[in-house]
């Protein structure tokens, strides 16, 4: 069985967990989010795909859900005594040794897929079973665009990364905007592991920032709408409000409702211009169903909490064959 993960950030990399405690067997392509890349100090750093490959290689740190675990701080002490800026973003002693792998690499010329790949040689041990892929090996930055009374327009864009590590997603975001997405390629393997999957699952990921540069990537949407699989959804949107990260302050700004509902909506149904086959919201917004069925989507519901691999892996299990059926 091949399985294909459309997924980013801390949520997506536990979803990703369960996917591999659930089908123990299957071969399994994680196609993640690349527009939180960002150049700080001279180092390409890629939060997404560093958030998975530790967590997929048991080093993430526990409590925070990303970096690595028993990580130190020293480097980034050291850049703050000398007023180095950015000081609002850490690198953490251990984590700074893949991002120097990874733009030494990059600087040498390897696409960013092949970077991925060697660095994954050292975390993943089933690679012929688990394999991740960046959405594009080109270049893709979100930004956000918020007020800014000192600017002309009244308005400032800002990295994704700013907007969130340092202004702790405050300012309401006026514009989502992926900076070079027109112009972006999927990277090798991407399309194929999509069209040749027997499953292909969108992880509860934040909806504007995670999942959304992944469907904009030209030739990534096209590849889902044509495949010969189910595609299906989990939300993480429970009860109005995201289980991780600030997605509820995102959303209003590209016209999308914080809930269940509206991003299943928002995504739509395969054959109606959008790419589900199925969504699957939390036992907690199974009053939402009408809503979604008289639009046409397929939907479910069931425990949506990412307690454990385990427990991720049955509602898994569990959705995908409540929409399947």
């Known amino acids: 069985m091949q399985i294909a993960v459309l997924a980013g950030g801390v949520g997506g990399s536990r979803f990703v967990r369960g996917v591999r405690h659930a089908y123990p067997a299957a071969r399994i392509t994680v196609i993640v989010n690349t527009a939180d890349d960002i150049l700080l100090h001279g180092l390409h750093i890629s939060p997404d795909l560093d958030t998975m490959m530790y967590s997929l290689g048991g080093a993430i ?4 859900g990303w970096g690595r675990a028993e990580e130190t701080w020293r480097v980034s002490g050291e850049l ?7 000081t609002w973003f850490g690198l953490g002693d251990l984590d700074l040794a893949t991002h120097l792998v990874r733009t030494q690499m990059l600087d040498a010329g390897y696409p960013l897929s092949a970077v991925t790949q060697a660095l994954c ?9 688990l394999q991740l892929l960046p959405m594009s090996d080109d270049r893709v930055e979100t930004h956000v665009v918020i007020d800014d009374p000192a600017a002309p327009s009244g308005l400032r864009a800002v990295h994704f990364q700013e907007y969130w590590v340092k202004l702790h997603a405050g300012p309401e975001a006026r514009q989502v905007l992926q900076v070079g997405i027109d112009h972006s390629r999927p990277a090798p393997g991407v399309t194929d592991a999509i069209t040749g999957a027997d499953l292909i699952l969108i992880a509860p990921s934040n909806p504007v920032v995670s999942i959304g540069p992944v469907l904009a990537v030209p030739g990534i949407r096209a590849a889902i709408t044509g495949a010969r699989a189910p595609v299906i959804g989990f939300a993480g949107i429970i009860g ?3 289980v991780l990260g600030m997605a509820h302050r995102l959303l209003p700004a590209i016209g999308v409702g914080v809930d269940a509902a509206s991003v ?8 109606n211009g959008g790419v589900l086959d199925a ?9 939402l169903l009408p809503r979604l069925d008289a639009s046409g989507l397929t939907a479910v519901s069931t425990d949506l909490i990412m307690r454990d691999p385990s427990a991720t892996g049955r509602f898994i299990q569990y959705g995908v064959k409540l929409a399947t059926e």
């Open 240 to 242: 109005g409000a995201p």
């Open 121 to 129: 040689t050292r975390w993943l041990t089933d690679s012929d079973q």
């Open 279 to 287: 969504w699957v919201v939390d036992d907690t917004d199974a009053g």
């Open 61 to 64: 740190d526990p409590e925070r």
């Open 80 to 86: 703050a005594a000398y007023g180095v800026e950015p």
């Open 264 to 271: 299943g909506l928002h995504y739509g149904a395969r054959g």
